[in-house]
């Protein structure tokens, strides 16, 4: 059974069957409806659309949850939280994937993943003591540092160097960018894989496709230990624990869904020449969303 299954995962409509599966049972009980149908479909769609360009790109999920939850209601901290449990769940699932393919840069994972988990540590604990007040300012830096990235991605394409298809070494800069990424991470959901993968692309000079997949694999990691803290907040009587999930029961397949399509996109050759580009341009229109929350909460 379990050989089926393994085999049966390397295919989309393996998962397509399964979600259907897990709508159909989530709605068969009328008692157990955790929330009405049209918001599910709502969550649900916008999970797959979501979890596809964030697994194709690379670009962190975070940018576009976090001010979704705020638009819904949602407390800044509860949004940070949510967004990173879709993440954990979308990543978890395309980094499967990247991991079936052999396209994640496993002695860069390595030297960049205790750096990460140090830093959305940090992040967890000023995110238990800063003021939200000043979150429009950190997100306003944020941004500031990725479109620095992009302008430094986009001259280094305007001068392409010679790509290394093996591993590269991991310079002690990097690993600093690492934790400071994971840190705005740890505070608001954004940050780790937004950061990384252009540095990946620019100054190690890896190929686009191995960098997103690498950098997704760091940040599903950073993901799940961001929920082990959240627990451990709670068992502690640190925090209490997030409120409004029933949202999760519609976002959470759909993000899992996306990424098994988003991680499919390289197969194709015009895609996969598109990838940079299209990582270039998503984030820039990212940033541009993020300065946009920052002049509106002012």
């Known amino acids: 059974m379990h050989r089926w299954i393994w085999r049966g995962s390397n295919h989309l409509l393996f998962w ?63 949004a940070a939280s949510f967004s990173l449990f879709n993440q954990f769940a979308g990543k978890g699932s395309g980094s499967f994937k990247y991991v079936r393919d052999g396209m994640i840069d496993w002695p860069v994972v390595r030297r960049c993943m205790p750096m990460a988990l140090l830093g959305v540590s940090g992040g967890y604990l000023l995110g238990l003591v800063l003021p939200h007040r000043y979150d429009p300012w950190l997100l306003l830096i944020f941004a500031g540092v990725v479109l620095y990235l992009l302008l430094a991605l986009l001259w280094r394409k305007l001068r392409p160097p010679q790509v290394d298809e093996g591993s590269v070494e991991v310079p002690p800069a990097s690993r600093l960018l690492v934790v400071v990424s994971s840190v705005f991470t740890g505070m608001l959901s954004v940050g780790t894989s937004d950061w990384l993968i252009p540095h990946l692309m620019r100054r190690l000079r890896m190929p686009a496709s191995r960098a997103v997949a690498s950098g997704i694999f760091v940040m599903f990691v950073t993901a799940l230990f961001f929920w082990l ?67 509106r909460r002012l």
């Open 16 to 78: 397509l069957l399964l979600d259907v599966c897990y709508v159909v049972a989530l709605f068969a009980v009328p008692a157990f409806r955790p929330l009405p149908f049209a918001t599910f479909a709502l969550a649900h769609v916008a999970g797959i659309a979501v979890g596809t360009l964030v697994m194709y790109t690379g670009v962190g999920a975070g940018v576009v949850w976090f001010p979704f939850f705020t638009l819904l209601g949602f407390h800044p901290a509860d």
């Open 229 to 295: 803290l959240i627990g451990f907040g709670v068992l502690v009587g640190w925090r209490d624990w997030p409120a409004n999930p029933p949202l999760l029961f519609g976002t959470v397949p759909g993000v899992m869904i996306g990424a098994q399509c988003g991680s499919r996109l390289v197969r194709f050759a015009v895609m996969k020449r598109a990838q940079p580009a299209v990582f270039m341009a998503v984030l820039a229109l990212s940033c541009v969303h993020m300065i946009y929350e920052f002049l």
